[in-house]
């Protein structure tokens, strides 16, 4: 499975922003799909995951500001983000599981900063 996330980039606090994450290569059983992040310094943190019958968790430092969504006939995940903080400024990885497999898949990450 690959993960290819686009859509960060540079905002002021208040801002929005949306993410894409689009999955291909051996996407059958593909089942959770979200995001972590990862500020420096700091461990990488789980903010929202959906699964393929749109169930979805969110990390509660999020969960007022930031929705995921899915499109499972693209194969992508998207994370609209909405009041952004300096404090969201990270790293913002995709992640993938499927089922009946153990591995976790991850994409290279997308650098959003939140700054004025």
């Known amino acids: 499975v690959q993960l290819v996330e686009s859509g960060g980039g540079l905002v002021q606090p208040g801002g929005s922003l949306r993410l894409s994450c689009a999955a291909s290569g051996s996407i059958s059983r593909i089942n959770t799909m979200g995001w972590y992040r990862q500020a420096p310094g700091k461990q990488r943190e789980f903010i929202a995951d959906i699964t393929r019958y749109a169930s979805k968790n969110y990390a509660d430092a999020v969960k007022s500001r930031f929705t995921i969504s899915r499109d499972n006939a693209k194969n992508t995940v998207y994370l609209q983000m909405n009041s952004l903080k300096p404090e969201d400024t990270a790293a913002y990885y995709c992640?993938?599981?499927?089922?009946?497999?153990?591995?976790?898949?991850w994409g290279q990450g997308t650098q959003v900063t939140v700054s004025s």
């Open positions: 992640h993938a599981r499927r089922d009946y497999d153990t591995n976790i898949y």
